[in-house]
Protein backbone atom coordinates (compact mmCIF):
# COMPACT_ATOMS: atom_id res chain seq x y z
CA UNK A 1 0.00 0.00 0.00
CA UNK A 2 1.48 3.43 -1.02
CA UNK A 3 1.70 6.83 1.11
CA UNK A 4 -1.05 8.28 -0.75
CA UNK A 5 -3.64 5.39 0.18
CA UNK A 6 -2.13 5.48 3.74
CA UNK A 7 -2.56 8.93 3.78
CA UNK A 8 -6.16 8.68 2.53
CA UNK A 9 -7.35 5.99 5.50
CA UNK A 10 -5.14 8.69 8.12
CA UNK A 11 -8.08 11.51 6.60
CA UNK A 12 -10.97 9.37 7.25
CA UNK A 13 -9.85 7.64 10.68
CA UNK A 14 -9.40 11.69 11.84
CA UNK A 15 -12.66 12.56 10.34
CA UNK A 16 -14.15 9.78 11.96
CA UNK A 17 -12.47 10.96 15.57
CA UNK A 18 -13.00 14.70 15.32
CA UNK A 19 -16.76 13.89 14.35
CA UNK A 20 -16.66 11.87 17.61
CA UNK A 21 -15.05 14.09 19.62
CA UNK A 22 -17.53 16.84 18.73
CA UNK A 23 -20.54 15.50 19.37
CA UNK A 24 -21.40 15.06 23.38
CA UNK A 25 -20.98 11.71 25.23
CA UNK A 26 -24.81 11.70 25.79
CA UNK A 27 -25.51 11.80 21.98
CA UNK A 28 -23.31 8.50 21.34
CA UNK A 29 -25.65 6.31 19.62
CA UNK A 30 -25.47 2.99 21.03
CA UNK A 31 -27.69 -0.47 20.55
CA UNK A 32 -29.08 -2.39 24.01
CA UNK A 33 -29.03 -6.50 22.84
CA UNK A 34 -32.61 -6.32 25.65
CA UNK A 35 -34.26 -3.51 23.82
CA UNK A 36 -36.12 -3.03 20.64
CA UNK A 37 -35.05 0.93 20.38
CA UNK A 38 -31.61 2.53 20.40
CA UNK A 39 -30.75 3.52 24.16
CA UNK A 40 -29.02 6.63 24.16
CA UNK A 41 -26.73 6.51 27.43
CA UNK A 42 -23.99 8.37 28.31
CA UNK A 43 -20.42 6.62 28.83
CA UNK A 44 -19.24 8.35 31.88
CA UNK A 45 -23.04 8.08 33.66
CA UNK A 46 -23.59 4.23 34.09
CA UNK A 47 -25.19 3.79 37.91
CA UNK A 48 -23.71 1.17 39.68
CA UNK A 49 -26.29 -1.64 40.36
CA UNK A 50 -25.89 -5.13 41.75
CA UNK A 51 -23.35 -7.57 40.96
CA UNK A 52 -25.79 -9.24 38.09
CA UNK A 53 -26.86 -6.29 36.94
CA UNK A 54 -23.40 -4.71 36.45
CA UNK A 55 -22.60 -7.52 34.89
CA UNK A 56 -24.62 -7.11 31.84
CA UNK A 57 -24.43 -3.65 32.19
CA UNK A 58 -20.73 -4.46 31.19
CA UNK A 59 -21.49 -6.89 28.70
CA UNK A 60 -23.89 -4.37 26.60
CA UNK A 61 -21.94 -1.64 27.16
CA UNK A 62 -18.82 -3.67 25.30
CA UNK A 63 -21.15 -5.34 22.94
CA UNK A 64 -22.53 -1.64 22.07
CA UNK A 65 -19.07 -0.03 21.74
CA UNK A 66 -18.37 -3.06 19.56
CA UNK A 67 -21.08 -2.31 17.18
CA UNK A 68 -19.39 1.72 17.15
CA UNK A 69 -16.28 0.42 16.08
CA UNK A 70 -18.30 -1.80 13.38
CA UNK A 71 -19.68 1.28 12.35
CA UNK A 72 -16.31 3.78 12.25
CA UNK A 73 -15.09 0.47 10.64
CA UNK A 74 -17.78 0.65 7.82
CA UNK A 75 -17.27 4.54 7.23
CA UNK A 76 -13.47 3.34 6.61
CA UNK A 77 -14.39 0.94 3.92
CA UNK A 78 -16.59 3.10 2.03
CA UNK A 79 -14.07 5.73 2.19
CA UNK A 80 -11.35 2.94 0.74
CA UNK A 81 -14.36 1.93 -1.72
CA UNK A 82 -14.04 5.28 -3.13
CA UNK A 83 -10.31 5.62 -3.63
CA UNK A 84 -10.66 2.19 -5.25
CA UNK A 85 -8.80 0.19 -2.81
CA UNK A 86 -8.76 -2.96 -1.06
CA UNK A 87 -11.04 -2.89 2.50
CA UNK A 88 -9.81 -4.54 5.36
CA UNK A 89 -11.22 -8.02 6.32
CA UNK A 90 -9.67 -8.14 9.45
CA UNK A 91 -11.19 -5.37 11.57
CA UNK A 92 -14.30 -6.74 10.40
CA UNK A 93 -14.17 -10.53 11.16
CA UNK A 94 -12.87 -9.22 14.55
CA UNK A 95 -15.68 -7.28 15.86
CA UNK A 96 -17.61 -10.47 14.40
CA UNK A 97 -15.86 -12.87 16.50
CA UNK A 98 -16.55 -10.30 19.34
CA UNK A 99 -20.14 -9.92 19.07
CA UNK A 100 -20.62 -13.51 18.90
CA UNK A 101 -18.27 -13.92 21.89
CA UNK A 102 -20.33 -11.55 23.95
CA UNK A 103 -23.63 -13.43 22.74
CA UNK A 104 -22.17 -16.58 24.15
CA UNK A 105 -21.36 -15.57 27.18
CA UNK A 106 -24.87 -13.91 27.86
CA UNK A 107 -26.03 -16.76 27.00
CA UNK A 108 -23.97 -19.26 29.47
CA UNK A 109 -24.46 -16.26 32.06
CA UNK A 110 -28.64 -16.57 31.72
CA UNK A 111 -28.39 -20.55 31.85
CA UNK A 112 -26.39 -20.70 34.84
CA UNK A 113 -28.67 -17.77 36.37
CA UNK A 114 -31.56 -20.47 35.68
CA UNK A 115 -29.56 -23.57 36.70
CA UNK A 116 -28.35 -21.96 40.17
CA UNK A 117 -31.76 -20.64 41.01
CA UNK A 118 -33.63 -23.98 40.04
CA UNK A 119 -31.19 -25.23 42.79
CA UNK A 120 -32.35 -23.35 45.67
CA UNK A 121 -34.77 -24.79 48.10
CA UNK A 122 -38.05 -23.88 48.41
CA UNK A 123 -38.93 -21.04 50.94
CA UNK A 124 -41.77 -21.97 53.06
CA UNK A 125 -43.02 -19.41 55.04
CA UNK A 126 -43.61 -20.36 58.84
CA UNK A 127 -47.46 -19.96 60.08
CA UNK A 128 -48.18 -17.02 62.41
CA UNK A 129 -49.55 -19.26 64.74
CA UNK A 130 -49.55 -22.99 65.02
CA UNK A 131 -52.69 -24.72 66.67
CA UNK A 132 -51.74 -27.25 68.63
CA UNK A 133 -53.75 -30.86 67.40
CA UNK A 134 -56.11 -32.21 70.40
CA UNK A 135 -54.40 -34.77 72.76
CA UNK A 136 -56.14 -38.46 72.16
CA UNK A 137 -58.55 -39.01 74.53
CA UNK A 138 -58.93 -42.78 76.15
CA UNK A 139 -62.06 -44.41 74.57
CA UNK A 140 -65.23 -43.92 76.93
CA UNK A 141 -66.04 -46.81 78.76
CA UNK A 142 -69.67 -48.16 78.74
CA UNK A 143 -70.46 -49.73 81.96
CA UNK A 144 -73.18 -51.91 82.76
CA UNK A 145 -74.95 -49.85 85.79
CA UNK A 146 -76.08 -52.98 87.96
CA UNK A 147 -72.65 -55.13 87.29
CA UNK A 148 -69.95 -52.13 86.41
CA UNK A 149 -68.99 -54.41 83.85
CA UNK A 150 -67.87 -53.04 80.35
CA UNK A 151 -68.61 -54.30 77.21
CA UNK A 152 -72.47 -52.82 77.75
CA UNK A 153 -74.65 -52.10 74.57
CA UNK A 154 -74.85 -48.62 73.57
CA UNK A 155 -78.39 -48.85 72.64
CA UNK A 156 -79.01 -49.84 76.76
CA UNK A 157 -77.87 -46.80 77.79
CA UNK A 158 -80.27 -44.56 80.30
CA UNK A 159 -82.94 -47.37 79.44
CA UNK A 160 -85.00 -48.72 82.16
CA UNK A 161 -84.17 -52.83 83.55
CA UNK A 162 -86.57 -55.29 84.05
CA UNK A 163 -87.34 -57.50 87.43
CA UNK A 164 -88.08 -61.01 86.06
CA UNK A 165 -89.51 -63.34 89.40
CA UNK A 166 -88.59 -66.38 89.55
CA UNK A 167 -89.45 -69.68 91.71
CA UNK A 168 -87.12 -71.66 93.77
CA UNK A 169 -88.87 -74.44 94.90
CA UNK A 170 -87.27 -78.07 94.05
CA UNK A 171 -89.18 -78.53 91.41
CA UNK A 172 -88.00 -75.40 90.02
CA UNK A 173 -84.28 -76.50 89.88
CA UNK A 174 -82.16 -75.76 88.20
CA UNK A 175 -83.63 -72.87 86.91
CA UNK A 176 -83.42 -71.74 83.24
CA UNK A 177 -80.92 -68.88 82.61
CA UNK A 178 -79.53 -68.68 86.27
CA UNK A 179 -76.31 -69.61 85.32
CA UNK A 180 -76.46 -68.82 81.19
CA UNK A 181 -72.95 -68.54 80.22
CA UNK A 182 -73.76 -65.36 78.08
CA UNK A 183 -76.38 -63.16 80.01
CA UNK A 184 -76.55 -64.38 83.49
CA UNK A 185 -78.95 -61.90 86.10
CA UNK A 186 -77.07 -58.94 86.81
CA UNK A 187 -78.39 -58.83 90.15
CA UNK A 188 -80.38 -62.05 91.91
CA UNK A 189 -82.36 -61.01 95.16
CA UNK A 190 -83.60 -63.71 97.08
CA UNK A 191 -86.06 -63.62 99.87
CA UNK A 192 -88.89 -65.29 101.29
CA UNK A 193 -92.26 -65.51 100.82
CA UNK A 194 -94.50 -67.72 102.77
CA UNK A 195 -94.41 -71.52 104.05
CA UNK A 196 -90.73 -70.56 104.83
CA UNK A 197 -89.64 -70.89 100.79
CA UNK A 198 -87.61 -68.25 98.96
CA UNK A 199 -88.36 -66.54 95.63
CA UNK A 200 -86.20 -64.69 93.19
CA UNK A 201 -86.06 -61.31 91.45
CA UNK A 202 -83.45 -61.37 88.45
CA UNK A 203 -82.49 -57.97 87.39
CA UNK A 204 -81.50 -57.52 83.82
CA UNK A 205 -80.21 -53.83 82.93
CA UNK A 206 -80.42 -54.53 79.59
CA UNK A 207 -83.80 -55.76 78.63
CA UNK A 208 -82.14 -56.68 75.42
CA UNK A 209 -80.18 -59.11 76.82
CA UNK A 210 -82.64 -61.30 78.34
CA UNK A 211 -81.72 -65.12 77.94
CA UNK A 212 -83.77 -67.06 75.19
CA UNK A 213 -85.74 -68.53 78.06
CA UNK A 214 -85.92 -67.74 81.53
CA UNK A 215 -88.03 -69.33 84.97
CA UNK A 216 -89.89 -70.60 86.25
CA UNK A 217 -91.89 -67.44 86.31
CA UNK A 218 -94.27 -67.17 89.19
CA UNK A 219 -96.35 -64.68 91.27
CA UNK A 220 -95.80 -61.51 92.41
CA UNK A 221 -95.68 -60.35 96.36
CA UNK A 222 -95.99 -57.18 97.67
CA UNK A 223 -92.13 -56.61 99.06
CA UNK A 224 -90.56 -57.74 95.44
CA UNK A 225 -92.38 -54.81 93.64
CA UNK A 226 -91.45 -52.39 95.94
CA UNK A 227 -87.58 -53.66 95.62
CA UNK A 228 -87.92 -53.69 92.10
CA UNK A 229 -88.75 -49.96 92.14
CA UNK A 230 -85.67 -49.06 94.09
CA UNK A 231 -83.99 -49.48 90.25
CA UNK A 232 -87.20 -48.22 88.54
CA UNK A 233 -87.83 -51.23 86.77
CA UNK A 234 -90.53 -52.86 84.38
CA UNK A 235 -92.23 -55.96 87.13
CA UNK A 236 -92.71 -59.34 85.23
CA UNK A 237 -94.39 -62.14 86.53
CA UNK A 238 -96.81 -64.73 86.13
CA UNK A 239 -99.99 -64.08 88.82
CA UNK A 240 -100.09 -62.05 92.01
CA UNK A 241 -100.94 -62.01 95.38
CA UNK A 242 -104.51 -60.88 96.25
CA UNK A 243 -105.65 -58.67 99.25
CA UNK A 244 -108.51 -60.12 101.84
CA UNK A 245 -109.05 -59.23 104.91
CA UNK A 246 -105.95 -57.53 106.56
CA UNK A 247 -103.44 -58.92 103.79
CA UNK A 248 -102.79 -56.40 101.38
CA UNK A 249 -101.74 -58.23 97.98
CA UNK A 250 -99.79 -57.51 94.66
CA UNK A 251 -102.90 -56.80 93.27
CA UNK A 252 -103.43 -53.47 95.67
CA UNK A 253 -99.61 -52.38 95.28
CA UNK A 254 -99.11 -52.48 91.79
CA UNK A 255 -102.73 -50.10 91.32
CA UNK A 256 -101.79 -47.71 94.18
CA UNK A 257 -97.94 -47.76 93.54
CA UNK A 258 -98.92 -46.87 89.60
CA UNK A 259 -96.14 -49.97 88.56
CA UNK A 260 -95.56 -51.31 85.40
CA UNK A 261 -95.70 -54.48 84.83
CA UNK A 262 -96.80 -57.27 82.83
CA UNK A 263 -98.57 -60.45 84.27
CA UNK A 264 -99.21 -63.44 82.48
CA UNK A 265 -102.76 -64.27 83.47
CA UNK A 266 -103.97 -60.98 82.33
CA UNK A 267 -101.51 -60.26 79.43
CA UNK A 268 -102.92 -60.72 75.69
CA UNK A 269 -99.78 -62.13 74.44
CA UNK A 270 -99.86 -61.39 71.01
CA UNK A 271 -96.06 -61.13 70.89
CA UNK A 272 -95.20 -64.64 72.72
CA UNK A 273 -93.80 -63.75 75.72
CA UNK A 274 -94.73 -66.21 77.75
CA UNK A 275 -94.97 -70.47 77.49
CA UNK A 276 -94.46 -73.54 79.07
CA UNK A 277 -91.73 -76.06 79.54
CA UNK A 278 -93.09 -79.05 80.29
CA UNK A 279 -89.84 -81.46 79.82
CA UNK A 280 -89.00 -81.92 83.23
CA UNK A 281 -92.10 -83.97 84.32
CA UNK A 282 -93.34 -81.89 86.70
CA UNK A 283 -96.47 -80.38 87.88
CA UNK A 284 -97.38 -77.25 85.48
CA UNK A 285 -96.91 -74.28 87.71
CA UNK A 286 -93.73 -75.05 87.54
CA UNK A 287 -93.48 -75.15 84.17
CA UNK A 288 -94.27 -71.41 83.22
CA UNK A 289 -91.16 -69.66 81.22
CA UNK A 290 -90.58 -66.39 79.56
CA UNK A 291 -89.06 -66.21 76.28
CA UNK A 292 -86.16 -63.20 76.47
CA UNK A 293 -86.34 -62.47 72.65
CA UNK A 294 -90.00 -61.48 73.12
CA UNK A 295 -89.76 -58.98 76.41
CA UNK A 296 -88.59 -55.77 73.78
CA UNK A 297 -91.78 -56.64 71.46
CA UNK A 298 -93.66 -57.21 74.74
CA UNK A 299 -92.39 -53.88 76.68
CA UNK A 300 -93.02 -51.84 73.34
CA UNK A 301 -96.54 -52.96 72.80
CA UNK A 302 -97.70 -52.19 76.62
CA UNK A 303 -96.41 -48.56 75.59
CA UNK A 304 -94.52 -48.29 79.00
CA UNK A 305 -91.82 -45.75 79.74
CA UNK A 306 -88.27 -46.47 78.97
CA UNK A 307 -86.12 -44.34 79.67
CA UNK A 308 -84.68 -44.33 83.45
CA UNK A 309 -85.62 -42.57 85.65
CA UNK A 310 -82.19 -41.35 87.85
CA UNK A 311 -83.99 -40.28 90.99
CA UNK A 312 -85.84 -43.42 90.54
CA UNK A 313 -82.97 -45.86 89.88
CA UNK A 314 -80.26 -47.20 92.82
CA UNK A 315 -76.77 -46.54 90.63
CA UNK A 316 -73.89 -48.40 92.49
CA UNK A 317 -70.65 -47.38 92.52
CA UNK A 318 -67.78 -50.14 91.32
CA UNK A 319 -64.06 -49.75 91.86
CA UNK A 320 -61.88 -49.58 88.70
CA UNK A 321 -59.98 -53.19 89.72
CA UNK A 322 -60.86 -55.87 91.98
CA UNK A 323 -60.24 -54.70 95.56
CA UNK A 324 -61.06 -56.31 99.29
CA UNK A 325 -63.81 -54.85 100.56
CA UNK A 326 -62.72 -55.36 104.37
CA UNK A 327 -59.31 -56.86 106.29
CA UNK A 328 -61.21 -60.19 107.49
CA UNK A 329 -60.72 -62.86 105.61
CA UNK A 330 -64.46 -64.85 103.93
CA UNK A 331 -63.99 -68.15 102.22
CA UNK A 332 -67.51 -69.20 102.95
CA UNK A 333 -70.78 -67.42 103.49
CA UNK A 334 -73.63 -69.05 104.67
CA UNK A 335 -76.91 -67.07 104.67
CA UNK A 336 -80.23 -68.47 106.67
CA UNK A 337 -83.13 -65.89 105.83
CA UNK A 338 -85.20 -66.67 108.61
CA UNK A 339 -86.02 -69.39 110.85
CA UNK A 340 -88.53 -71.30 108.79
CA UNK A 341 -85.83 -71.18 105.79
CA UNK A 342 -83.14 -73.01 105.01
CA UNK A 343 -79.75 -71.66 104.46
CA UNK A 344 -77.57 -70.74 100.86
CA UNK A 345 -74.43 -71.68 100.84
CA UNK A 346 -71.55 -69.63 98.92
CA UNK A 347 -67.99 -70.85 98.90
CA UNK A 348 -65.00 -68.55 97.63
CA UNK A 349 -62.79 -69.44 94.55
CA UNK A 350 -59.39 -67.75 93.88
CA UNK A 351 -59.36 -69.55 90.56
CA UNK A 352 -61.90 -66.45 89.33
CA UNK A 353 -62.32 -64.92 92.40
CA UNK A 354 -66.11 -65.18 93.10
CA UNK A 355 -68.73 -67.09 95.01
CA UNK A 356 -70.26 -70.11 93.62
CA UNK A 357 -73.57 -72.21 95.15
CA UNK A 358 -74.86 -75.44 93.99
CA UNK A 359 -78.27 -75.13 95.87
CA UNK A 360 -80.05 -74.11 93.04
CA UNK A 361 -78.89 -77.45 91.17
CA UNK A 362 -76.46 -75.79 89.01
CA UNK A 363 -72.84 -73.64 89.59
CA UNK A 364 -74.33 -70.33 90.01
CA UNK A 365 -71.45 -67.77 90.71
CA UNK A 366 -71.45 -64.32 91.64
CA UNK A 367 -68.77 -61.50 92.45
CA UNK A 368 -70.43 -59.75 95.60
CA UNK A 369 -72.55 -61.41 98.19
CA UNK A 370 -74.49 -58.61 99.94
CA UNK A 371 -76.91 -59.46 102.78
CA UNK A 372 -79.92 -57.12 103.74
CA UNK A 373 -81.18 -58.00 107.21
CA UNK A 374 -84.79 -56.12 107.41
CA UNK A 375 -87.91 -56.04 109.61
CA UNK A 376 -90.43 -58.91 108.47
CA UNK A 377 -93.70 -59.35 109.54
CA UNK A 378 -95.91 -62.68 108.67
CA UNK A 379 -99.54 -62.02 108.00
CA UNK A 380 -102.34 -64.61 107.63
CA UNK A 381 -104.53 -64.82 104.95
CA UNK A 382 -107.49 -66.93 106.03
CA UNK A 383 -109.28 -69.56 103.29
CA UNK A 384 -106.80 -69.05 100.55
CA UNK A 385 -108.24 -69.68 97.63
CA UNK A 386 -111.67 -71.00 99.19
CA UNK A 387 -109.74 -74.01 100.38
CA UNK A 388 -110.53 -73.45 104.18
CA UNK A 389 -106.51 -73.39 105.10
CA UNK A 390 -105.07 -70.00 105.97
CA UNK A 391 -102.06 -69.11 104.15
CA UNK A 392 -99.15 -67.00 106.16
CA UNK A 393 -96.96 -64.32 103.92
CA UNK A 394 -93.87 -62.92 104.83
CA UNK A 395 -93.44 -59.60 104.52
CA UNK A 396 -90.89 -57.68 103.80
CA UNK A 397 -90.72 -53.59 105.45
CA UNK A 398 -87.57 -52.13 103.61
CA UNK A 399 -86.72 -50.78 107.16
CA UNK A 400 -83.75 -50.60 106.85
CA UNK A 401 -80.74 -52.22 109.14
CA UNK A 402 -77.19 -53.79 109.08
CA UNK A 403 -75.52 -56.59 106.94
CA UNK A 404 -72.77 -57.85 105.34
CA UNK A 405 -71.13 -57.74 102.28
CA UNK A 406 -68.46 -60.38 100.70
CA UNK A 407 -66.35 -59.73 97.26
CA UNK A 408 -62.59 -60.95 96.75
CA UNK A 409 -62.49 -63.66 100.02
CA UNK A 410 -63.07 -60.40 102.26
CA UNK A 411 -66.21 -59.63 104.52
CA UNK A 412 -67.38 -55.73 105.85
CA UNK A 413 -69.84 -55.18 108.14
CA UNK A 414 -72.58 -52.70 106.63
CA UNK A 415 -75.68 -50.90 106.81
CA UNK A 416 -78.09 -50.01 104.60
CA UNK A 417 -81.64 -48.10 104.00
CA UNK A 418 -84.05 -46.77 101.60
CA UNK A 419 -83.52 -42.94 100.93
CA UNK A 420 -84.88 -40.61 98.30
CA UNK A 421 -86.61 -43.85 96.78
CA UNK A 422 -83.40 -45.49 96.24
CA UNK A 423 -81.11 -47.74 97.92
CA UNK A 424 -78.03 -46.66 100.14
CA UNK A 425 -75.50 -49.35 101.27
CA UNK A 426 -72.75 -47.42 103.06
CA UNK A 427 -69.40 -49.41 105.16
CA UNK A 428 -69.11 -48.89 109.33
CA UNK A 429 -67.68 -45.42 108.32
CA UNK A 430 -70.75 -43.76 106.85
CA UNK A 431 -69.18 -43.89 103.49
CA UNK A 432 -71.13 -45.24 100.24
CA UNK A 433 -69.50 -48.78 99.78
CA UNK A 434 -68.43 -49.62 96.38
CA UNK A 435 -68.85 -52.84 94.91
CA UNK A 436 -66.40 -54.68 92.24
CA UNK A 437 -67.60 -55.32 89.14
CA UNK A 438 -69.59 -58.32 88.40
CA UNK A 439 -72.64 -60.05 89.24
CA UNK A 440 -74.00 -59.83 92.67
CA UNK A 441 -76.70 -61.78 94.54
CA UNK A 442 -78.24 -60.29 97.58
CA UNK A 443 -79.53 -62.40 100.49
CA UNK A 444 -82.71 -60.66 101.79
CA UNK A 445 -83.04 -62.04 105.61
CA UNK A 446 -84.72 -61.26 108.55
CA UNK A 447 -83.40 -59.33 111.26
CA UNK A 448 -86.27 -60.35 113.61
CA UNK A 449 -87.55 -63.59 112.84
CA UNK A 450 -84.58 -65.88 112.84
CA UNK A 451 -82.31 -64.53 109.85
CA UNK A 452 -78.44 -64.71 110.26
CA UNK A 453 -74.52 -64.90 108.52
CA UNK A 454 -72.19 -67.28 108.86
CA UNK A 455 -68.78 -66.69 107.20
CA UNK A 456 -65.61 -68.41 107.62
Known amino acids: MDNNNNNEIDNSLNKLKKKNISQDDDKTETFNLFDEKPNRQSDNNIEKEDTQHNNFSLINDSFSKDIKIDADDREINRNMKKSGKKQPMDKKKKGIIIGAAVLVVI?????????????????????????QAPATQAPVVIANPLTGESGYSESAVGKRPVAIVVENASAARPQWGIADS????????????????????????????????????????????????????????????????????????????????????????????????????????????????????????KEFRTDVDNDSFTAFSFNEKDEKVG????????????????????????????????????????????????????????????????????????????????????????TWSVEDGKLSVKDASGNDVSLNAGTTWIGWASSNNGGSVTTA
Not at 226 to 236: E, N, V, Y
Open 107 to 131: IIAAVIFAVANSNKEPETTAPLSTT
Open 327 to 414: ETACNSVAVTFSSRSRTRDWTYSTSDNKYHSNDYETDVARKNILVLYDTTEYIVKSNYKGSGSNEVYCDYKLAGGNGKLASMGTVCDI
Open 182 to 301: DNPPDIILEGEVEGGETRMLWFYADYNSVPSQVGPVRSARPPFIRFSTLFDSIFIHWGMSTSKGNYVGADSVFTSEDVDHINQMAYSDKVGLFGRDSSRGVSSEHTGVLYGDKVVDAIAG
